[in-house]
């Protein structure tokens, strides 16, 4: 095949490749100014906005892993059975005594182990009758002993900026006694879907040139998971004055305006104009399949992204570039997709000179490894495909693919939080 359709035409830019494409729009993110404090609770998933030390140990004391007795082991004879008196018992919660000589103290999950006991042991192997417990020896010194410390020392950082907050996140906060967490305030992401055609869903369709508007859910839905403020600017009609109005609205709300559709060079696309005429735009063809035009600039303070219109596409070149330009404007400090390696289901023998990412789901095969199959049709028409899909494979330009070859998979779940 000739290389002629990659040539750009006159008054075009070359394609660019999609490392470079995420690299500029990378290089220009920013985190947010403007931080706030917010409860444990209400700070899932947004982002920590400077380093968390935690002021004390944890477990603070040492403390027992089991149900049992805490006992010295000097007091116990060398072999055969082993008969102490219980002298305290200490359920979670309490404070114990020191432990006296020769004797055994009865101990719960969590209680702190009695200063003098060196060991617990659990009481599946005792036998208590008449406050005396025996069991057989020897037993192991330092056993069932959580130790002070151990999870976390005083002093040390728990949870560094610019994480994005888990609940595992808040539950480590909440071990440590923190109560509330500093956030970077969250992003406000304008979304409009332009398109003459678009018809909202719930409404009939009026005539066959209709179609509904599926990117505003999409999109919408996708900022929601990703924790964004979004301002729904609706639909904007295919024409030049209303495209400029929007925007300049949009401008003045947002950090982020995202639009799908209107960026070809087409008489109805009035996106690239209006951003031209409003503000500064790059508009890039890169060479990935699907989604080739892509848009990226500012208005005013606010950052501009136009993905195509097609909703396949959308959907991938939000994974692939809005997803982490936003994580980066959030503050976060991880930005780049997790991908592994994993065998191919399926043979792709005709690949493409573009970079393909094609729809496609992990599947246990009939030896129970998990390997990888892709929807049926890869067309960008089949919107199908990626609710079926439960991530993407990335396809090198050319990359013939056999099955049972390692191939790249990226998880949406990784993509999303
Ligand atoms: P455009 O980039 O505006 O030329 O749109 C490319 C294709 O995507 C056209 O077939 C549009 O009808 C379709 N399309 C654009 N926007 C949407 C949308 N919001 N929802 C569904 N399809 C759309
Ligand atoms: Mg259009």
């Known amino acids: ?3 002629c359709c990659d040539m750009p035409l006159p008054g075009t830019r070359p394609m660019l490749s999609m490392d470079e494409a995420l690299a500029r729009i990378l290089a220009q993110a920013r985190p947010v100014a403007g931080q706030e404090n917010v409860s444990l609770l209400d700070a ?6 400077s380093a968390q030390v935690s002021a004390i140990d944890v477990p603070g004391a040492d403390n027992s892993a089991m149900d049992g007795y805490a006992l010295r082991t000097t007091d116990l004879p060398a072999s055969g059975e082993a008969s102490l008196p219980v002298s305290q018992r200490i359920p979670a919660g309490q404070v114990a005594q020191p432990l006296q000589a020769g004797t055994a103290a009865r101990i719960f999950t969590g209680a702190p182990v009695p200063a003098g006991a060196d060991t617990v042991i659990i009481q599946e192997v005792c036998r208590e009758e008449d406050g005396v417990v025996r069991f057989p020896v020897p037993v192991k010194a330092g056993a069932n002993i959580r130790r002070a410390g151990e999870d976390i020392r005083k002093g040390r950082e728990v949870l560094a900026a610019g994480t994005r907050l888990t609940p595992q996140a808040l539950g480590l906060a909440a071990s440590v006694g923190l109560g509330s967490l500093p956030v970077f305030r969250r992003l406000q992401v304008a979304v409009l879907s332009t398109g003459d055609e678009l018809v909202e869903p719930g409404m009939p369709l009026a005539h066959s040139g209709q179609i509904y508007n599926s990117n ?22 295919d024409d030049y004055g209303e495209t400029c109005a929007v925007l300049d609205r949009a401008a003045g709300q947002a ?12 008489e109805e696309d009035h996106v690239k104009s209006a951003l031209e005429a409003r503000g500064r735009l790059d508009l890039w063809r890169i060479a990935i399949k699907p989604g080739k035009p892509l848009a990226f600039g500012q208005i005013g303070e606010a950052f501009f992204i136009g993905l195509p219109g097609n909703p396949v596409s959308s959907f991938v070149t939000f994974q692939l570039f809005v997803k982490p330009f936003i994580a980066a404007c959030q503050g976060e400090r991880q930005t780049a997709q997790p991908a592994f390696a994993v065998a191919a289901a ?5 690949p493409d000179k573009r970079r393909e990412f094609l729809r496609a789901r992990l599947e246990p095969g009939d030896d129970g490894q998990i390997r990888v199959g ?5 067309s960008s028409g089949v919107l199908s495909s990626t609710v079926w899909a439960d991530g993407l494979v990335d ?3 050319n990359q013939v693919i056999r099955a049972g070859d390692a191939v790249t998979f990226l998880p949406f779940k990784g993509l999303l939080p």
């Open 346 to 350: 399926f043979d792709w023998p005709k």
């Open 216 to 237: 505003r859910y999409t999109l919408i839905s996708l900022l929601r998971r990703l924790d964004c403020e979004v301002i729904d600017l609706g639909r904007v009609r």
């Open 374 to 378: 892709i929807y049926p049709s890869q």
């Open 1 to 3: 095949m000739s290389t």
């Open 255 to 266: 950090d982020l305006i995202l639009s799908t559709g209107g960026v070809s060079v087409g």
């Open 44 to 49: 899932l998933n947004r982002v920590l906005a």
């Open 395 to 397: 396809v090198a330009p």
